[in-house]
T-cell receptor
Framework: KAGVTQTPRYLIKTRGQQVTLSCSPISGHRSVSWYQQTPGQGLQFLFEYFSETQRNKGNFPGRFSGRQFSNSRSEMNVSTLELGDSALYLC?????????????FGPGTRLTVL | AQRVTQPEKLLSVFKGAPVELKCNYSYSGSPELFWYVQYSRQRLQLLLRHISRESIKGFTADLNKGETSFHLKKPFAQEEDSAMYYCALSGVSGSEKLVFGKGTKLTVNP
């Protein structure tokens, strides 16, 4: 099975712009979660989608949003970018998204905000 | 509040020496505990989870509910074990997010 893929792998944006990141889960996986990884805060949960519905949300401002399509592919959007949004954004997929499911991570998208 | 603490940011051992990466957690309920590993230039991947009680690549981890700990151990470290290790937890019921510790960078010297 192909692993989780994320596009693009690298992005450079300027403050105030918006960005969309894409994640394709492992075939058959219906849950997609997004995490932000920074040197200071480590890995922090953004949100989780299952069957096109946001099921869980972390403590991030409303500028961070996402969606999931019927084929389970997911996108996350960050509007009005700030310097502090520079991070590695990881996507993870699992079968059903239960706490006992194994999550499989993508390679990440490295976002740099100038 | 859910919290995972990995007290050591860096850990350096020599090849063949025992290694223990510490993890303590705070969770009101029954957690599922995981260890994830990230080797250089590779993606984050699951190493082991307490519910399966497996030994992966010689690593084991025991859940100690009394001490709320889930330390990762290996009796004889190898150079290829050098990586970033993250302890994580989630709830066992319902859809729960993964809460990660800040990670420990393990370096195994020759």
């Amino acid at each position: 099975k192909a692993g989780v893929t994320q596009t693009p792998r690298y992005l450079i944006k300027t403050r105030g712009q918006q960005v969309t990141l894409s994640c394709s889960p492992i075939s058959g996986h219906r849950s997609v979660s997004w995490y932000q990884q920074t040197p200071g805060q480590g890995l922090q949960f953004l949100f989780e989608y299952f069957s096109e519905t946001q099921r869980n949300k972390g403590n991030f401002p409303g500028r961070f949003s996402g969606r999931q399509f019927s084929n389970s592919r997911s996108e996350m959007n960050v509007s009005t970018l700030e310097l502090g949004d520079s991070a590695l954004y990881l996507c993870a997929s699992s079968l059903e998204g239960w706490g006992t499911d194994t999550q499989y991570f993508g390679p990440g998208t490295r976002l740099t905000v100038l | 509040a859910q919290r995972v603490t990995q007290p050591e940011k860096l850990l350096s051992v020599f090849k063949g020496a025992p290694v223990e990466l510490k993890c303590n957690y705070s969770y009101s309920g029954s957690p599922e505990l995981f260890w994830y590993v990230q080797y250089s230039r590779q993606r984050l991947q699951l190493l082991l989870r307490h519910i399966s009680r497996e030994s992966i690549k010689g690593f084991t981890a025991d859940l100690n509910k009394g001490e709320t700990s889930f330390h990762l151990k290996k009796p004889f470290a190898q150079e290829e074990d050098s990586a970033m290790y993250y302890c994580a937890l989630s709830g066992v019921s319902g859809s729960e997010k993964l809460v990660f510790g800040k990670g420990t960078k393990l370096t195994v010297n020759p």
